[in-house]
């Protein structure tokens, strides 16, 4: 769409015969520029939520492998109480990167009624809550990969 407000403006350039003509036709491209700035910074920004949102729900997966894992060894009689809290303890990173992605995710949808200094105050919040979400499904796999070696320096033992 924005490229086509481009091409519009090409025999508007081209007619341009004083420096006033000129200004008025960069005028009108700075403001299709700025208006195609915005629709890619709003498209990075739900690429980027949706990119999350896939990663949090293999994290939702893995914490059920988890669970599985906890319920075999009880159902074994071992005990499974490091388990259960690393299960507690990637739950809670878990929750929080789910609650930063769906905050980002709301921004986003609101972001179309805002002015344009409104829009990237809210596309920079949105950003650090996807960074915010993105570091607590990296510490929570973080937890597991220690709590992994853990297990496997023990079986060694």
Not at 43 to 66: M, N
Not at 88 to 114: G, M, V
Not at 148 to 156: E, I, N, P, V, W
């Amino acid at each position: 769409v924005e490229i086509a407000q481009f091409e519009e403006l090409k025999p508007e350039i081209t007619k341009s015969e004083s420096k006033e003509d000129v200004k008025n036709v960069a005028d009108k491209l700075k403001a299709v520029w700025l208006k195609s700035r915005e629709s890619v910074d709003r498209a990075e920004s739900l690429a980027l939520a949706s990119k999350e949102s896939q990663v949090i729900s293999d994290a939702s997966a893995t914490s059920a492998g988890i669970q599985k894992r906890i319920d075999a060894l009880k159902a074994e009689g071992k005990d499974a109480k490091p388990y259960e809290e690393l299960l507690s303890a990637y739950n809670q990173k878990l929750a929080a990167a789910k609650k930063d992605e769906e905050s980002a995710k709301e921004k986003i949808a609101a972001a179309s009624t805002l002015t344009d200094d409104e829009k990237e105050k809210l596309m920079k919040e949105n950003k650090q809550l996807l960074s915010s979400s993105k570091e607590n499904i990296k510490d929570a796999y973080k937890l597991l990969r220690e709590e992994a070696q853990k297990d496997f320096d023990r079986k060694l033992k």
